[in-house]
């Protein structure tokens, strides 16, 4: 049997961009939309994606939930490690303090970094730990909706 692991990987990424769109998220795949983006006033939480296994059973289930709460970001985003490398350089650039990590999440308030949660921070844990920690730092920094 022959496999074509582009074609593979291709799925794999289209099913991974379906999955954080439906629940809410804009992708953001150039280096000024990050720009526009991040200069609105208000919060942003920016999921940054990925094809790894801790993104799809942990991650992105995560970010589907984590935003039914009283309290929300403004802007929900997201940028692709490893696919979208110029948008998520730019994201980065943001996150001062915090090392490149992904997946990962990180908040953000009129364009600076307020939290993040690490790759550390969601592999190996329950999805329900890390919506718990998003609605935290939602409780803390967001606005009721």
Same mark, same amino acid.
């Given at each position: 049997?022959?496999?074509?692991?582009?074609?593979? !990987?291709?799925?794999? =990424?289209?099913?991974?961009?379906?999955?954080?769109?439906?629940?809410?998220?804009?992708?953001?795949?150039?280096? #000024?939309?990050?720009?526009?983006?991040?200069?609105?006033?208000?919060?942003?939480? =920016?999921?940054?994606?990925?094809?790894?296994?801790?993104?799809?059973?942990?991650?992105?289930?995560?970010?589907?939930?984590?935003?039914?709460?009283?309290?929300?970001? %403004?802007?929900?985003?997201?940028?692709?490690?490893?696919?979208?490398?110029?948008? %998520?350089?730019?994201?980065? #650039?943001?996150? #001062?303090?915090?090392?490149?990590?992904?997946?990962?999440?990180?908040?953000?308030?009129?364009?600076?970094?307020?939290? !993040? =949660? #690490?790759?550390?921070?969601?592999?190996?844990?329950?999805?329900?730990?890390?919506? !718990?920690?998003?609605?935290?730092?939602?409780?803390?920094?967001?606005?009721? =909706?």
């Amino acid at each position: 049997m022959n496999i074509d692991f582009n074609l593979f !990987m291709n799925d794999v =990424v289209r099913q991974a961009r379906k999955e954080i769109t439906a629940a809410g998220y804009t992708e953001l795949t150039t280096a #000024e939309a990050v720009d526009e983006t991040f200069k609105k006033p208000g919060t942003t939480l =920016v999921m940054v994606n990925s094809v790894c296994g801790c993104a799809g059973g942990i991650a992105r289930p995560a970010a589907a939930h984590a935003v039914h709460y009283d309290k929300r970001p %403004t802007n929900l985003v997201t940028v692709f490690a490893g696919q979208d490398k110029e948008a %998520t350089a730019r994201a980065r #650039e943001y996150f #001062e303090g915090y090392p490149p990590s992904s997946p990962s999440f990180a908040l953000l308030k009129d364009g600076k970094i307020i939290t !993040m =949660v #690490e790759r550390h921070e969601i592999e190996g844990h329950e999805p329900m730990s890390v919506v !718990m920690k998003l609605q935290e730092a939602f409780e803390q920094h967001c606005e009721e =909706v």
